[in-house]
Antibody, heavy 124, light 113 residues
């Protein structure tokens, strides 16, 4: 069974940084593209970032709202996905979900498994 | 970015009745090489993570009941629940997975009448 567990969320001041982690199990992590999706309190879903599998050079993709501030990465030896978030703003406050691509290395396939999320609050 | 719109915002349907949600993309999401529309549908129940229901506009995800079906073409897509059950109360989102960023619609809340 696929299991994704996010961690690293919390309260941070504007301008600060956080690193989220997503521990994966139940599938061959290195063979799947992964992504982060966030949801502000009471709002809809927003795709944030995605990363292809390592064999394809860890191609990384970002939404315009986080480009230049967030860095997605993966460590296949630890079955873990990361999201380094810098220069955080109030509007980054959200539940952050990691999710697994449904079709292996294809980042253009929709995610079919999601973690429970980790809450990031940006406030002074 | 591709803009996804949904209608209605809220839908109340009697148990056992049909529920239909509409989703429109601001441009084509048809990948000509495989003739697939890159639209997905998700269900999110209160306090829970999203769950993939439909991929490529009409392919049910594993384990999804067959009362859920997706359809449409071009820029207009639908999610239909053929016979609404109490456990289907949720917010439903469409998403295009054709162009990065993979944008979502604003969601449709489905409840029991």
């Amino acid at each position: 069974e696929v299991h994704l567990v996010e961690s690293g969320g919390g309260l941070v001041q504007p301008g600060g940084s956080l690193r989220l982690s997503c521990a994966a199990s139940g599938f061959t992590f290195s063979s799947y593209a992964m992504c982060w999706v966030r949801q502000a309190p009471g709002k809809g879903l927003e795709w944030v970032s995605g990363i292809s599998d390592s064999d394809r050079g860890d191609n990384r993709y970002y939404s315009d709202s986080v480009k230049g501030r967030y860095i997605i990465s993966r460590d296949d030896s630890k079955n873990t996905l990361y999201l380094q978030m810098n220069s955080l703003r109030a509007e980054d406050t959200a539940m952050y979900y990691c999710a697994k691509s449904s079709l292996g290395v294809d980042i253009w396939s929709p995610p079919d498994s999601w973690g429970q999320g980790t809450l990031v609050t940006v406030s002074s | 970015d591709i803009v996804m719109t949904q209608s209605p915002d809220f839908l109340a349907v009697s148990l056992g009745e049909r529920a239909t949600i509409n989703c429109k993309s601001s441009q084509s999401v048809l990948y000509s090489s495989n003739n697939k529309h890159y639209v997905a549908w998700y269900q999110q129940k209160p306090g829970q993570r999203p769950k993939l229901l439909i991929a490529w506009a009409s392919t049910r995800a594993s384990g999804v009941p067959d009362r859920f079906s997706g359809g449409g073409s071009g820029t207009d897509f639908t999610l239909t629940i053929s016979s609404l059950q109490a456990e289907d109360v949720a917010v439903y989102y469409c998403q295009q997975h054709y162009n990065i960023p993979f944008t979502f619609g604003p969601g449709t809340k489905v409840d029991i009448k």
